[in-house]
């Protein structure tokens, strides 16, 4: 197996667990925090896909999937390519308002396969050029993708769990 394959078989398993999370839940319970303060299950996966976007973003040289369209309308935001959820404060989270659990597996998906176009053809060599200078050691384009992988998987992990708490 090659890194392509590899790197896709890896990210090709992220579009099932994120429609796991939300398929069939209301928007209203998509909003519903499990305790005070928690963070959302849509504003868990808006989040991971908007890591994911900005990314990839920076790596193709693209505008990012968010900023296009009324894509961020729906979700009850502004089209801000720099809001990706770091840093959001409790009222932030429940400003993440997505109109539908469609709505939010759309942009997992229309990023996902942005994410599949680019790690198409990759190689060996590509994974090892080093893509962000500003950190000692600097980072990869290997360890990039495996950080947003990981992100990804971690977040998707939450929302399943935040599910599971609201349906008990």
């Given amino acids: 197996m090659d890194p392509s394959e590899l790197l896709t078989e890896a990210f090709g398993r992220l579009p099932a667990l994120v429609r796991s999370a939300v398929e069939g839940l209301s928007p209203e319970r998509l909003r519903t925090p499990p305790a005070g303060g928690a963070n ?4 868990l996966v ?3 896909a908007r890591i994911q976007d900005g990314y990839l973003a920076e790596l193709t040289g693209r505008e990012q999937v968010w900023v296009g369209g009324d894509r961020a309308q729906r979700f009850g935001l ?4 720099d809001d990706n ?4 404060t409790a009222a932030q989270v429940l400003a993440v308002r997505p109109e539908s659990a469609t709505v939010l ?12 176009s680019y790690l198409a053809g990759r190689t060996a060599d590509d994974l090892d050029r ?6 000692d050691p600097p980072v990869t384009l290997g360890v990039r993708l495996v950080s947003i992988l990981n992100d990804d998987l971690q977040h998707v992990g939450q929302a399943a769990y935040v599910r599971g708490l609201l349906e008990n």
């Fill in 40 to 43: 959302t299950i849509a504003w």
């Fill in 46 to 48: 808006w989040h991971l």
């Fill in 78 to 81: 502004k089209p801000d390519p």
């Fill in 85 to 88: 959820g770091y840093g959001h």
């Fill in 105 to 116: 597996v759309d942009y997992y998906e229309a990023v996902h396969q942005r994410t599949l």
């Fill in 130 to 135: 080093v893509v962000d200078e500003s950190w």
